[in-house]
Nanobody
Framework: QVQLVESGGGLVQAGGSLRLSCAAS????????MGWFRQAPGKEREFVAAISWNGGTTYYADSVKGRFTISRDNAKRTVYLQMSNLKPEDTAIYYC????????????????WGQGTQVTVSS
């Protein structure tokens, strides 16, 4: 059982930076692939980034490559999303995900989700 709590969202001007954090409960954190997804008003939830259980492999949506960096600290049971050069189109609720499924981009029904944190980027 995993509980996830996101933090770090807020209001930032275009071109600015934010770092999101996702704190996980339980000692099984290190066995999960972690990911970040986001959902903008009126749109479906979309994949943003993911990182393998040991941090050795990362995945990014084309829209955030070169701007966002995902990382994890298994000792702290925390995953991060460093967001730089933010754009208005990055505005969304960002959700943390813990997944053991085969599909990096589509979490299965056994995945865990956080409550989300709002990121708003003004132009």
């Amino acid at each position: 059982q995993v509980q996830l709590v996101e933090s770090g969202g807020g209001l930032v001007q275009a071109g600015g930076s934010l770092r999101l954090s996702c704190a996980a409960s339980g000692r099984t954190f290190s066995t999960y692939r972690m990911g970040w997804f986001r959902q903008a008003p009126g749109k479906e939830r979309e994949f943003v980034a993911a990182i393998s259980w040991n941090g050795g492999t990362t995945y990014y949506a084309d829209s955030v490559k070169g701007r966002f960096t995902i990382s994890r600290d298994n000792a702290k049971r925390t995953v991060y999303l460093q967001m730089s050069n933010l754009k208005p189109e990055d505005t969304a609720i960002y959700y943390c995900n813990a997944n053991r499924g085969l599909d990096v981009y589509r979490p299965d029904e056994y995945a865990y989700w956080g409550q989300g944190t709002q990121v708003t980027v003004s132009s």
